[in-house]
């Protein structure tokens, strides 16, 4: 995991980056991607602020917390933070892409590799059946990455018609929406 400790308006202090680097160890077993984690620690007046950012693998959670105590907040940051992280590795938990594959029944195809070297136009090698079912943006981004795929085709919940979502190479998502005429 990779941690960065930024003090605002506090002197940098050892104790304090160990302490949550040491706290930032209890998120791990929710995410086994590289971690990023970003943590600002800053004093204002007679608050003490905690702000974590954690990136991983598509997925940004970022919780801040205030009170009298720098201790006391970083470990309230870091429960909200672990509460987030539970919830969403629920979430995965429940689409079960596992399930899906299963009940779909595809027609498999053996082809030569003699007949496919005399062929002189592409051939479809591989035909899988998707099942499309209605679902937000957001819900069809989140399916992409739980199936390890580069693009996912859905109906969109809100216009009831076929949308694309597909991952860029700078690691942001493009839609491809049909044109109304």
């Known amino acids: 995991m990779n941690v960065i400790t930024t003090f605002r308006h506090i002197d940098p202090s050892d104790a304090l980056k160990s302490y949550v680097e040491e706290k ?15 943590a600002y620690l800053t004093v204002e007046k007679i608050r003490h602020i905690a ?30 933070i672990e509460r987030q ?3 969403y590795k629920e979430r995965i938990k429940a689409h079960n892409p596992a399930e899906v594959l299963k009940s779909r029944k595809g027609k498999k195809t053996v082809v030569q590799a003699e ?4 062929q ?21 981004v989140m399916q992409m990455d739980l199936m390890h795929k580069d693009f996912f085709v859905f109906t969109d919940a809100a216009s009831e018609e076929i949308n694309v979502i597909y991952r860029r190479k700078d690691g942001n998502y493009g839609l491809i929406e049909p044109a109304r005429s």
């Open 24 to 38: 930032l160890e209890r998120v791990k077993k929710y995410v086994d991607e590289p971690i990023t984690a970003q």
């Open 51 to 80: 702000e974590i950012t954690i990136g991983a693998k598509g997925v940004t959670i970022k919780a801040s917390e205030a009170s009298n105590d720098m201790y006391a907040s970083i470990d309230v940051v870091i429960d909200k």
């Open 85 to 87: 992280l539970r919830r």
């Open 115 to 118: 007949s496919l070297e005399q």
């Open 120 to 140: 002189k136009e592409p051939v479809i090698i591989r035909s899988e059946p998707i099942i499309i079912k209605p679902m937000s943006v957001d819900e069809a």
